[in-house]
């Protein structure tokens, strides 16, 4: 099936259950993630007393000079506990021990602030309100942790507005493998066929169809740009604004 870019043109027609996924589809990314990135990069540098900068920002797949996340990088749908993991190991290749390497993490490592930084893509509960107004469920699958997800959710007031959570901590293998997208089809008794998958990661949408989702939309407000996206989903749009259901 061929992706297309376009507005309001797609339909969710036999689709029961819309899985979500978060930073990036319905947060800003770079607005959660940039300055973090920023930040680690200084605090593991002054920790750490060498430049790591550089080395850090290609891990994570940041473009230098913009600060913003590349697609296809470490940032883009990679859980906290394995960047850090990832971050560690790359100090030991600049020459530090193993010992010191950790001590510098642990003294420099911090996640983002998820309620001052969560900035929604639109108006979420007004969204979030029509899918279940007109007979469907909504989840969330995150490459977040879970207690960072439940604080920006209660703080931009979507707590009850979703009828289901998966995250990164809670024990199942994580995009782009199937098991979060099955195991919210499962939970709430949606078969996959029935089921769309909306994210802006190649991560997202390959999830989607290793997991049989009856529809995989790509949107273009995150790291992946319409190319990556296209050759995964079957259908690219601007964002989730333009999910049309009526």
């Known amino acids: ?10 339909h969710l027609a036999g689709i ?5 996924d978060k ?11 940039g300055g973090w990135a920023e930040d680690l990069a200084a605090n593991l540098e002054r920790a750490a007393g060498i ?16 600060g913003r996340a590349q697609a296809g ?17 790359l100090l030991v290749t600049t020459g530090l021990s193993e010992r010191a390497a950790e001590l510098a993490l642990d003294e420099a490592w911090h ?21 279940r107004a007109s007979g469907r469920r909504v989840a969330l699958a995150t490459s977040d942790d879970r207690e960072p997800t439940e604080r920006t959710l209660s703080a931009l007031g979507l707590t009850n507005a979703i009828d289901a959570l998966v995250c990164a901590d809670d ?30 990661s190649v991560a997202d949408l390959v999830m989607g169809r290793r997991a049989g989702a ?29 999910l049309d259901f009526d």
Do not use: N
């Not at 029961?16 to 979500?20: G, N, T």
């Not at 939309?217 to 333009?242: F, Y």
């Open 51 to 66: 430049p790591v900068r550089k080395l850090l920002y290609e891990m994570l797949g940041i473009d230098p000079v913009s």
């Open 171 to 200: 024990g199942l293998p994580v995009k782009p493998e199937p098991d979060m997208m099955l195991h919210l089809c499962a939970r709430l008794e949606v078969a996959p066929r029935r089921t769309a998958i909306v994210g802006d």
């Open 111 to 131: 996640a983002p602030d998820p309620v001052r930084l969560a900035h929604p893509i639109g108006d979420l509960g007004h969204l979030f309100g029509r899918l």
């Open 23 to 33: 930073d990036g589809t319905l947060i800003e990314f770079d607005a959660m993630w």
């Open 73 to 89: 990088g470490s940032l883009a749908a990679t859980p906290m506990a394995r960047l850090r993991e990832r971050t560690g190991a």
């Open 214 to 242: 009856g529809l995989v939309v790509g949107v273009l407000t995150g790291v992946d740009d319409a190319q990556h996206l296209a050759a995964h989903a079957d259908l690219v749009l601007g964002s989730i604004a333009d």
């Open 16 to 20: 029961e259950l819309v899985v979500f």
């Open 1 to 10: 099936m061929t992706a297309t870019i376009r507005r309001r043109s797609h």
